[in-house]
Protein backbone atom coordinates (compact mmCIF):
# COMPACT_ATOMS: atom_id res chain seq x y z
CA UNK A 1 0.00 0.00 0.00
CA UNK A 2 1.17 3.20 -1.15
CA UNK A 3 1.64 5.29 2.32
CA UNK A 4 0.15 9.03 2.34
CA UNK A 5 0.41 11.93 4.35
CA UNK A 6 -1.03 11.80 7.64
CA UNK A 7 -2.26 14.26 10.21
CA UNK A 8 0.35 14.52 12.97
CA UNK A 9 3.25 14.09 11.23
CA UNK A 10 4.65 17.39 11.74
CA UNK A 11 5.59 16.53 15.96
CA UNK A 12 5.21 18.90 18.14
CA UNK A 13 7.85 20.19 20.67
CA UNK A 14 7.73 17.12 22.89
CA UNK A 15 8.46 14.68 20.54
CA UNK A 16 10.99 16.71 18.64
CA UNK A 17 13.02 16.92 22.22
CA UNK A 18 12.56 13.29 22.34
CA UNK A 19 14.26 12.87 18.99
CA UNK A 20 16.75 15.08 20.07
CA UNK A 21 17.48 13.31 22.98
CA UNK A 22 17.14 9.83 20.50
CA UNK A 23 20.04 11.74 18.39
CA UNK A 24 22.88 13.41 21.13
CA UNK A 25 24.58 10.16 21.01
CA UNK A 26 25.57 9.79 17.62
CA UNK A 27 28.64 10.53 16.01
CA UNK A 28 28.76 13.46 13.82
CA UNK A 29 27.98 12.41 10.20
CA UNK A 30 30.67 13.90 8.22
CA UNK A 31 33.27 11.54 10.25
CA UNK A 32 31.00 8.92 10.79
CA UNK A 33 29.98 8.49 7.22
CA UNK A 34 31.71 6.18 4.65
CA UNK A 35 30.31 7.25 1.29
CA UNK A 36 32.20 6.56 -1.86
CA UNK A 37 31.36 8.08 -5.47
CA UNK A 38 34.88 6.17 -6.82
CA UNK A 39 34.17 3.56 -9.53
CA UNK A 40 36.10 0.61 -9.13
CA UNK A 41 37.94 -1.78 -11.49
CA UNK A 42 35.96 -4.97 -12.29
CA UNK A 43 37.18 -8.01 -9.68
CA UNK A 44 37.83 -10.93 -10.67
CA UNK A 45 35.02 -13.82 -10.02
CA UNK A 46 35.82 -17.08 -7.52
CA UNK A 47 37.51 -19.76 -9.89
CA UNK A 48 34.79 -22.39 -8.46
CA UNK A 49 32.09 -20.66 -10.29
CA UNK A 50 33.16 -22.48 -13.18
CA UNK A 51 32.80 -21.65 -16.60
CA UNK A 52 31.89 -18.37 -16.57
CA UNK A 53 34.55 -17.05 -14.16
CA UNK A 54 36.49 -17.42 -16.77
CA UNK A 55 34.29 -15.39 -18.83
CA UNK A 56 35.95 -12.26 -19.59
CA UNK A 57 34.13 -9.41 -17.88
CA UNK A 58 33.15 -6.03 -20.19
CA UNK A 59 35.42 -2.85 -18.32
CA UNK A 60 34.75 0.94 -18.42
CA UNK A 61 34.00 3.11 -16.10
CA UNK A 62 31.51 5.33 -15.30
CA UNK A 63 32.09 8.49 -17.95
CA UNK A 64 32.66 11.44 -16.19
CA UNK A 65 29.93 14.34 -16.63
CA UNK A 66 30.64 16.04 -19.64
CA UNK A 67 31.29 19.94 -19.05
CA UNK A 68 28.48 22.55 -20.36
CA UNK A 69 29.22 25.90 -19.95
CA UNK A 70 26.07 27.43 -19.40
CA UNK A 71 25.36 25.19 -16.65
CA UNK A 72 28.74 26.41 -15.31
CA UNK A 73 27.87 30.13 -15.90
CA UNK A 74 24.33 29.46 -13.67
CA UNK A 75 25.98 28.28 -10.81
CA UNK A 76 28.53 31.25 -10.69
CA UNK A 77 25.77 33.50 -11.16
CA UNK A 78 23.73 32.60 -7.99
CA UNK A 79 24.18 35.26 -5.51
CA UNK A 80 23.80 34.47 -1.79
CA UNK A 81 23.08 38.07 -1.34
CA UNK A 82 19.26 37.88 -3.13
CA UNK A 83 18.23 34.48 -1.35
CA UNK A 84 19.37 36.97 1.80
CA UNK A 85 17.10 39.60 0.76
CA UNK A 86 14.21 37.35 -0.29
CA UNK A 87 14.17 35.61 3.57
CA UNK A 88 14.45 38.43 5.18
CA UNK A 89 11.57 40.05 2.65
CA UNK A 90 9.32 36.80 3.65
CA UNK A 91 9.83 36.67 7.05
CA UNK A 92 8.78 40.54 7.59
CA UNK A 93 5.48 39.72 7.03
CA UNK A 94 5.07 38.35 10.50
CA UNK A 95 3.20 34.98 9.65
CA UNK A 96 3.06 33.27 6.55
CA UNK A 97 0.44 30.58 7.97
CA UNK A 98 -2.00 29.35 5.07
CA UNK A 99 -4.78 30.09 7.86
CA UNK A 100 -3.94 34.00 7.85
CA UNK A 101 -4.42 36.91 6.74
CA UNK A 102 -4.67 37.24 2.48
CA UNK A 103 -5.49 40.94 1.79
CA UNK A 104 -3.66 42.69 4.21
CA UNK A 105 -0.52 43.89 2.04
CA UNK A 106 1.92 43.74 5.27
CA UNK A 107 1.51 40.89 7.88
CA UNK A 108 -0.11 37.49 6.46
CA UNK A 109 0.33 34.83 3.59
CA UNK A 110 -1.52 37.24 1.19
CA UNK A 111 1.29 39.86 1.12
CA UNK A 112 3.77 36.82 0.81
CA UNK A 113 1.81 35.60 -2.06
CA UNK A 114 1.55 38.67 -3.55
CA UNK A 115 5.26 39.55 -3.17
CA UNK A 116 6.52 36.48 -4.64
CA UNK A 117 4.05 36.97 -7.82
CA UNK A 118 5.87 39.91 -8.18
CA UNK A 119 9.27 38.92 -7.88
CA UNK A 120 8.40 36.28 -10.27
CA UNK A 121 7.01 38.63 -12.83
CA UNK A 122 10.27 40.42 -12.55
CA UNK A 123 12.78 37.19 -13.08
CA UNK A 124 10.32 36.73 -16.09
CA UNK A 125 11.81 39.76 -17.61
CA UNK A 126 14.82 38.87 -19.04
CA UNK A 127 13.49 35.56 -20.75
CA UNK A 128 12.27 37.10 -23.82
CA UNK A 129 8.63 35.96 -23.51
CA UNK A 130 9.60 32.41 -22.60
CA UNK A 131 8.60 32.38 -18.64
CA UNK A 132 5.19 32.91 -17.77
CA UNK A 133 4.00 33.27 -14.32
CA UNK A 134 0.41 32.35 -12.83
CA UNK A 135 -0.94 32.48 -9.58
CA UNK A 136 -2.88 28.64 -9.65
CA UNK A 137 -5.48 29.61 -7.16
CA UNK A 138 -7.82 27.15 -5.48
CA UNK A 139 -10.16 26.90 -2.46
CA UNK A 140 -8.86 23.84 -0.81
CA UNK A 141 -12.20 22.19 1.56
CA UNK A 142 -11.91 21.64 4.89
CA UNK A 143 -9.62 19.01 6.76
CA UNK A 144 -7.69 18.17 10.19
CA UNK A 145 -5.65 21.22 9.50
CA UNK A 146 -8.23 23.70 7.48
CA UNK A 147 -10.61 24.13 9.50
CA UNK A 148 -12.99 26.39 6.89
CA UNK A 149 -12.65 26.03 3.18
CA UNK A 150 -9.84 28.58 2.35
CA UNK A 151 -8.19 29.77 -0.81
CA UNK A 152 -5.01 28.63 -1.43
CA UNK A 153 -2.50 29.89 -4.58
CA UNK A 154 0.72 28.35 -5.76
CA UNK A 155 3.02 30.60 -7.65
CA UNK A 156 4.20 29.07 -10.69
CA UNK A 157 6.67 30.45 -12.86
CA UNK A 158 7.40 28.09 -16.50
CA UNK A 159 10.17 28.68 -18.04
CA UNK A 160 9.12 26.97 -22.00
CA UNK A 161 11.62 25.08 -23.41
CA UNK A 162 13.21 25.57 -26.67
CA UNK A 163 13.03 22.56 -28.73
CA UNK A 164 10.03 21.60 -29.69
CA UNK A 165 10.86 17.96 -29.22
CA UNK A 166 11.35 18.30 -25.42
CA UNK A 167 9.29 21.44 -24.67
CA UNK A 168 6.54 19.15 -23.00
CA UNK A 169 9.15 17.39 -20.96
CA UNK A 170 8.62 19.23 -18.19
CA UNK A 171 11.03 19.73 -14.62
CA UNK A 172 9.51 21.01 -11.45
CA UNK A 173 11.63 22.67 -8.78
CA UNK A 174 9.41 23.81 -4.91
CA UNK A 175 9.77 25.14 -1.90
CA UNK A 176 6.65 26.18 0.31
CA UNK A 177 6.25 29.53 1.05
CA UNK A 178 3.55 29.24 4.39
CA UNK A 179 5.21 28.64 8.42
CA UNK A 180 3.41 28.13 11.10
CA UNK A 181 4.80 28.11 14.80
CA UNK A 182 3.33 25.75 17.56
CA UNK A 183 0.19 24.93 16.61
CA UNK A 184 -0.47 24.74 12.48
CA UNK A 185 -3.59 26.31 12.67
CA UNK A 186 -2.60 29.49 14.90
CA UNK A 187 -3.11 32.10 11.90
CA UNK A 188 -1.84 34.77 14.75
CA UNK A 189 1.40 33.93 15.84
CA UNK A 190 4.48 34.95 14.66
CA UNK A 191 6.03 32.39 12.69
CA UNK A 192 9.08 33.54 10.48
CA UNK A 193 9.74 29.91 8.89
CA UNK A 194 13.24 31.68 8.07
CA UNK A 195 14.40 28.12 7.39
CA UNK A 196 11.00 26.52 7.02
CA UNK A 197 11.06 27.21 4.60
CA UNK A 198 11.66 31.08 3.33
CA UNK A 199 15.23 29.27 2.54
CA UNK A 200 13.30 26.72 -0.13
CA UNK A 201 11.37 29.06 -1.46
CA UNK A 202 14.44 32.00 -1.65
CA UNK A 203 16.83 29.43 -3.46
CA UNK A 204 13.28 28.72 -6.17
CA UNK A 205 13.32 31.81 -7.06
CA UNK A 206 17.36 32.93 -7.03
CA UNK A 207 17.22 30.28 -9.57
CA UNK A 208 14.36 31.67 -11.49
CA UNK A 209 16.25 34.91 -11.79
CA UNK A 210 19.16 33.24 -12.87
CA UNK A 211 18.12 30.74 -14.97
CA UNK A 212 14.93 32.86 -16.79
CA UNK A 213 17.89 34.41 -19.67
CA UNK A 214 19.04 31.08 -20.41
CA UNK A 215 17.54 28.77 -22.87
CA UNK A 216 17.24 25.02 -22.38
CA UNK A 217 15.59 22.02 -24.48
CA UNK A 218 12.62 20.96 -21.94
CA UNK A 219 10.38 23.16 -19.48
CA UNK A 220 11.50 23.94 -15.72
CA UNK A 221 8.72 25.10 -13.69
CA UNK A 222 10.04 27.10 -10.70
CA UNK A 223 7.37 27.24 -8.54
CA UNK A 224 6.54 28.11 -4.76
CA UNK A 225 3.21 26.46 -2.69
CA UNK A 226 1.49 27.45 0.57
CA UNK A 227 -0.55 24.69 2.70
CA UNK A 228 2.87 22.48 3.05
CA UNK A 229 2.14 22.61 7.11
CA UNK A 230 -1.70 22.14 6.38
CA UNK A 231 -0.76 18.31 4.94
CA UNK A 232 0.69 19.11 1.74
CA UNK A 233 -1.97 20.59 0.28
CA UNK A 234 -0.62 23.19 -2.27
CA UNK A 235 1.77 20.77 -4.05
CA UNK A 236 -1.04 17.89 -3.84
CA UNK A 237 -3.44 20.09 -6.06
CA UNK A 238 -0.55 20.88 -8.05
CA UNK A 239 0.72 17.29 -9.06
CA UNK A 240 -3.18 16.40 -9.46
CA UNK A 241 -4.13 18.69 -12.20
CA UNK A 242 -0.71 17.40 -13.72
CA UNK A 243 -1.82 14.07 -13.61
CA UNK A 244 -5.24 14.90 -15.09
CA UNK A 245 -3.52 17.26 -17.72
CA UNK A 246 -1.31 14.12 -18.40
CA UNK A 247 1.88 16.67 -17.63
CA UNK A 248 4.95 14.80 -18.65
CA UNK A 249 6.96 15.94 -15.39
CA UNK A 250 10.38 13.69 -15.24
CA UNK A 251 11.26 15.16 -12.42
CA UNK A 252 10.44 17.18 -8.75
CA UNK A 253 12.57 18.70 -6.68
CA UNK A 254 11.38 19.90 -2.72
CA UNK A 255 13.65 22.39 -1.00
CA UNK A 256 12.30 22.15 2.27
CA UNK A 257 14.42 23.23 5.35
CA UNK A 258 17.70 23.86 3.24
CA UNK A 259 18.57 27.26 5.58
CA UNK A 260 21.38 26.03 8.23
CA UNK A 261 24.52 24.17 8.27
CA UNK A 262 24.07 23.80 11.96
CA UNK A 263 22.90 20.92 13.48
CA UNK A 264 20.93 21.04 17.18
CA UNK A 265 23.71 18.28 17.60
CA UNK A 266 25.97 20.86 17.31
CA UNK A 267 27.87 19.94 13.96
CA UNK A 268 28.46 22.44 11.55
CA UNK A 269 28.78 21.33 8.10
CA UNK A 270 28.47 23.80 5.10
CA UNK A 271 29.07 21.37 2.76
CA UNK A 272 26.34 18.72 2.96
CA UNK A 273 23.00 18.69 1.45
CA UNK A 274 20.48 15.29 2.27
CA UNK A 275 18.95 14.38 -0.84
CA UNK A 276 16.18 12.10 -0.10
CA UNK A 277 15.26 9.44 -2.58
CA UNK A 278 12.50 6.02 -2.33
CA UNK A 279 13.23 3.04 -3.06
CA UNK A 280 9.81 1.40 -3.61
CA UNK A 281 7.69 3.37 -5.49
CA UNK A 282 5.09 5.13 -3.71
CA UNK A 283 2.50 4.33 -5.89
CA UNK A 284 3.83 0.36 -6.84
CA UNK A 285 0.53 -1.65 -7.06
CA UNK A 286 0.46 -5.55 -6.40
CA UNK A 287 1.36 -6.54 -9.46
CA UNK A 288 4.21 -4.77 -9.93
CA UNK A 289 5.41 -5.71 -5.90
CA UNK A 290 4.75 -9.22 -7.13
CA UNK A 291 7.74 -8.78 -10.44
CA UNK A 292 9.94 -6.87 -8.14
CA UNK A 293 10.05 -9.64 -5.82
CA UNK A 294 11.11 -12.05 -8.33
CA UNK A 295 13.92 -9.88 -9.75
CA UNK A 296 14.66 -6.93 -7.19
CA UNK A 297 14.99 -3.34 -7.92
CA UNK A 298 13.84 -2.29 -4.49
CA UNK A 299 16.69 -0.11 -4.80
CA UNK A 300 16.17 1.37 -8.39
CA UNK A 301 13.18 3.23 -8.66
CA UNK A 302 13.08 6.12 -11.11
CA UNK A 303 13.16 8.71 -7.84
CA UNK A 304 16.77 6.87 -6.71
CA UNK A 305 17.97 7.08 -10.42
CA UNK A 306 17.18 10.70 -10.26
CA UNK A 307 19.28 11.02 -7.01
CA UNK A 308 22.17 9.38 -8.51
CA UNK A 309 21.87 11.40 -11.36
CA UNK A 310 21.92 14.65 -9.09
CA UNK A 311 24.67 13.27 -6.93
CA UNK A 312 27.00 12.57 -10.36
CA UNK A 313 26.21 16.12 -11.95
CA UNK A 314 25.89 18.23 -9.06
CA UNK A 315 29.13 17.07 -7.58
CA UNK A 316 30.95 17.82 -10.97
CA UNK A 317 29.76 21.65 -11.33
CA UNK A 318 30.03 22.83 -7.28
CA UNK A 319 32.59 20.42 -6.28
CA UNK A 320 32.65 22.39 -2.22
CA UNK A 321 29.11 20.38 -1.86
CA UNK A 322 28.38 16.76 -1.07
CA UNK A 323 25.23 15.36 -2.29
CA UNK A 324 24.05 12.81 0.74
CA UNK A 325 21.98 10.28 -0.70
CA UNK A 326 19.46 8.92 1.78
CA UNK A 327 17.73 6.11 0.72
CA UNK A 328 14.35 6.49 2.10
CA UNK A 329 11.60 8.80 1.35
CA UNK A 330 11.74 10.87 3.30
CA UNK A 331 13.47 12.09 7.35
CA UNK A 332 12.29 9.19 9.74
CA UNK A 333 8.23 9.45 9.72
CA UNK A 334 7.96 12.76 8.14
CA UNK A 335 7.10 14.05 5.09
CA UNK A 336 7.22 16.70 2.39
CA UNK A 337 5.87 17.99 -0.93
CA UNK A 338 7.51 15.92 -3.11
CA UNK A 339 5.13 12.75 -1.90
CA UNK A 340 1.86 13.81 -3.75
CA UNK A 341 4.05 13.60 -6.92
CA UNK A 342 5.27 10.23 -6.10
CA UNK A 343 2.03 8.76 -5.59
CA UNK A 344 1.08 9.74 -8.43
CA UNK A 345 4.08 7.88 -10.40
CA UNK A 346 6.45 11.20 -10.75
CA UNK A 347 10.07 10.85 -9.99
CA UNK A 348 10.70 13.32 -7.13
CA UNK A 349 13.21 13.87 -4.49
CA UNK A 350 13.44 16.06 -1.55
CA UNK A 351 16.66 18.60 -0.44
CA UNK A 352 17.66 19.33 3.41
CA UNK A 353 19.62 20.16 5.68
CA UNK A 354 22.27 17.32 6.79
CA UNK A 355 21.67 18.31 10.81
CA UNK A 356 18.49 19.81 11.62
CA UNK A 357 17.75 21.76 14.79
CA UNK A 358 14.21 21.49 16.20
CA UNK A 359 14.05 23.91 18.74
CA UNK A 360 14.35 26.06 15.15
CA UNK A 361 11.18 24.59 13.15
CA UNK A 362 7.78 24.46 13.84
CA UNK A 363 8.30 26.80 17.90
CA UNK A 364 6.46 29.76 18.97
CA UNK A 365 9.44 32.44 18.63
CA UNK A 366 10.46 33.03 23.01
CA UNK A 367 13.49 32.46 25.17
CA UNK A 368 13.11 29.76 27.65
CA UNK A 369 16.07 28.75 30.60
CA UNK A 370 18.75 30.68 28.59
CA UNK A 371 17.32 28.79 25.05
CA UNK A 372 16.09 30.71 21.48
CA UNK A 373 13.03 28.99 20.66
CA UNK A 374 12.02 30.06 16.99
CA UNK A 375 12.96 29.74 12.80
CA UNK A 376 14.68 33.07 12.81
CA UNK A 377 16.98 34.57 9.92
CA UNK A 378 19.45 34.72 12.39
CA UNK A 379 19.78 30.65 12.18
CA UNK A 380 20.25 30.87 8.49
CA UNK A 381 23.46 30.63 6.57
CA UNK A 382 22.83 31.93 3.19
CA UNK A 383 26.05 31.12 1.53
CA UNK A 384 25.02 27.27 2.00
CA UNK A 385 21.67 28.29 0.72
CA UNK A 386 23.46 29.70 -2.34
CA UNK A 387 25.53 26.30 -2.42
CA UNK A 388 22.26 24.07 -2.09
CA UNK A 389 20.67 26.17 -4.81
CA UNK A 390 23.64 25.84 -7.15
CA UNK A 391 23.40 22.21 -6.39
CA UNK A 392 19.61 22.54 -7.30
CA UNK A 393 20.13 24.56 -10.36
CA UNK A 394 22.91 22.57 -12.04
CA UNK A 395 20.55 19.05 -12.27
CA UNK A 396 18.01 21.58 -13.30
CA UNK A 397 19.62 22.55 -16.35
CA UNK A 398 21.34 19.16 -16.80
CA UNK A 399 18.35 17.72 -17.31
CA UNK A 400 16.80 19.98 -19.44
CA UNK A 401 19.58 20.16 -21.76
CA UNK A 402 19.86 16.20 -22.10
CA UNK A 403 17.20 14.09 -23.72
CA UNK A 404 14.73 12.52 -22.00
CA UNK A 405 14.83 9.57 -19.73
CA UNK A 406 14.85 6.68 -22.58
CA UNK A 407 11.68 4.70 -22.28
CA UNK A 408 10.45 1.13 -22.35
CA UNK A 409 13.40 -0.35 -21.60
CA UNK A 410 13.20 -4.08 -20.61
CA UNK A 411 15.36 -7.24 -20.00
CA UNK A 412 14.07 -10.34 -21.94
CA UNK A 413 14.00 -12.68 -19.44
CA UNK A 414 15.00 -15.60 -21.10
CA UNK A 415 17.84 -17.76 -19.56
CA UNK A 416 20.98 -16.85 -20.71
CA UNK A 417 24.71 -15.48 -19.88
CA UNK A 418 24.69 -12.24 -21.75
CA UNK A 419 22.13 -9.73 -20.97
CA UNK A 420 20.35 -8.01 -23.76
CA UNK A 421 18.80 -4.43 -23.12
CA UNK A 422 16.27 -3.25 -25.46
CA UNK A 423 14.42 0.08 -25.53
CA UNK A 424 12.35 2.62 -27.61
CA UNK A 425 14.03 5.55 -29.56
CA UNK A 426 14.21 8.71 -28.25
CA UNK A 427 12.63 11.23 -30.15
CA UNK A 428 14.88 14.62 -29.34
CA UNK A 429 16.93 15.48 -32.77
CA UNK A 430 19.93 15.95 -31.34
CA UNK A 431 20.40 12.74 -30.07
CA UNK A 432 23.62 11.05 -30.06
CA UNK A 433 22.78 7.88 -28.42
CA UNK A 434 22.82 5.23 -25.58
CA UNK A 435 25.31 4.31 -22.68
CA UNK A 436 24.63 1.26 -20.89
CA UNK A 437 25.52 1.64 -17.17
CA UNK A 438 25.81 -1.25 -14.61
CA UNK A 439 27.03 -1.74 -11.25
CA UNK A 440 27.49 -4.53 -8.41
CA UNK A 441 23.88 -5.39 -7.09
CA UNK A 442 25.48 -3.67 -3.63
CA UNK A 443 26.52 -0.49 -4.83
CA UNK A 444 25.04 2.66 -4.30
CA UNK A 445 26.16 4.36 -7.77
CA UNK A 446 26.71 3.35 -11.47
CA UNK A 447 30.05 2.34 -11.60
CA UNK A 448 30.68 1.76 -15.08
CA UNK A 449 29.27 2.97 -18.36
CA UNK A 450 29.22 1.71 -22.03
CA UNK A 451 28.68 4.16 -25.00
CA UNK A 452 26.93 1.62 -27.10
CA UNK A 453 25.95 4.07 -30.01
CA UNK A 454 22.33 5.09 -31.81
CA UNK A 455 21.09 1.75 -31.34
CA UNK A 456 17.87 0.40 -29.48
CA UNK A 457 19.05 -3.32 -28.32
CA UNK A 458 22.41 -3.88 -26.98
CA UNK A 459 24.06 -7.20 -25.76
CA UNK A 460 25.97 -7.23 -22.95
CA UNK A 461 28.32 -10.46 -23.54
CA UNK A 462 29.29 -12.52 -20.55
CA UNK A 463 27.65 -10.27 -18.20
CA UNK A 464 24.60 -12.05 -16.13
CA UNK A 465 21.77 -10.20 -15.30
CA UNK A 466 21.22 -12.62 -12.20
CA UNK A 467 25.04 -10.46 -11.38
CA UNK A 468 24.84 -6.62 -12.24
CA UNK A 469 22.37 -4.24 -12.21
CA UNK A 470 21.60 -2.57 -15.68
CA UNK A 471 20.40 0.95 -16.84
CA UNK A 472 20.41 3.28 -20.36
CA UNK A 473 21.35 6.55 -20.34
CA UNK A 474 20.61 8.94 -23.54
CA UNK A 475 23.27 11.16 -24.39
CA UNK A 476 22.89 14.18 -27.03
CA UNK A 477 25.87 15.22 -29.22
CA UNK A 478 26.97 18.02 -26.71
CA UNK A 479 27.33 15.27 -24.40
CA UNK A 480 24.20 15.82 -21.92
CA UNK A 481 23.49 12.69 -20.47
CA UNK A 482 19.71 11.81 -18.97
CA UNK A 483 19.65 9.96 -15.61
CA UNK A 484 19.57 6.04 -16.37
CA UNK A 485 16.22 4.31 -16.66
CA UNK A 486 16.07 0.78 -14.85
CA UNK A 487 14.67 -1.88 -17.10
CA UNK A 488 11.92 -4.23 -16.07
CA UNK A 489 11.40 -7.77 -17.00
CA UNK A 490 10.51 -8.77 -20.46
CA UNK A 491 8.38 -11.84 -20.37
CA UNK A 492 10.33 -14.97 -20.77
CA UNK A 493 10.21 -16.45 -24.59
CA UNK A 494 11.57 -19.71 -24.78
CA UNK A 495 9.10 -22.16 -25.89
CA UNK A 496 7.45 -24.12 -23.47
CA UNK A 497 8.72 -21.66 -20.22
CA UNK A 498 6.42 -20.08 -17.55
CA UNK A 499 6.76 -17.10 -17.56
CA UNK A 500 8.68 -15.82 -14.24
CA UNK A 501 7.24 -12.36 -13.95
CA UNK A 502 4.24 -10.80 -16.04
CA UNK A 503 5.88 -7.68 -16.73
CA UNK A 504 4.96 -4.52 -14.84
CA UNK A 505 3.82 -1.22 -16.64
CA UNK A 506 6.57 1.78 -16.39
ZN1 LIG B 1 8.81 22.58 5.62
Not at 140 to 162: E, H, S, W, Y
Not at 179 to 198: E, F, L, R
Amino acid sequence: MPSTWKKGMFRPLSLCLMWLSFFSGIIPISSARQETNKPRPTKSTPASQGKQARTRKPSGRNAAVARNGQIAKIVMEIDPRNIENTIRKLVSFGTRNTLSEQNNPNRGIGAARDWLYGEFMKAAQSSGGRMTVEKQTFEQPKTARVPQPTMLTNIVATLKGTQPESSNRVYVVSGHYDSMCTSPTDAKCDAPGANDDASGTAAVLEMARVMAKYSFDATIIFMTVPGEEQGLLGATHFAEEAKKSNMDIEAMFTNDIIGSSLGGNGVRDPHTVRVFSEGVPSNETTQEATTRRSVGGENDSASRQLARFIKETSEHYVPSMKVWMIYRRDRYSRGGDHQPFLERGYAAVRFTEPNENYHHQHQNVRIENGIQYGDLPQFDDFNYIANVARVNAAALAALASAPAWPKNVVLPTALSDDTEIRWDANKEPDLAGYEIVWRDTTEAVWTHSRAVGNVNTYTMKGMSKDNYFFGVRAIDKEGNRSPASYPRPLARTRPGATPAATPAPE
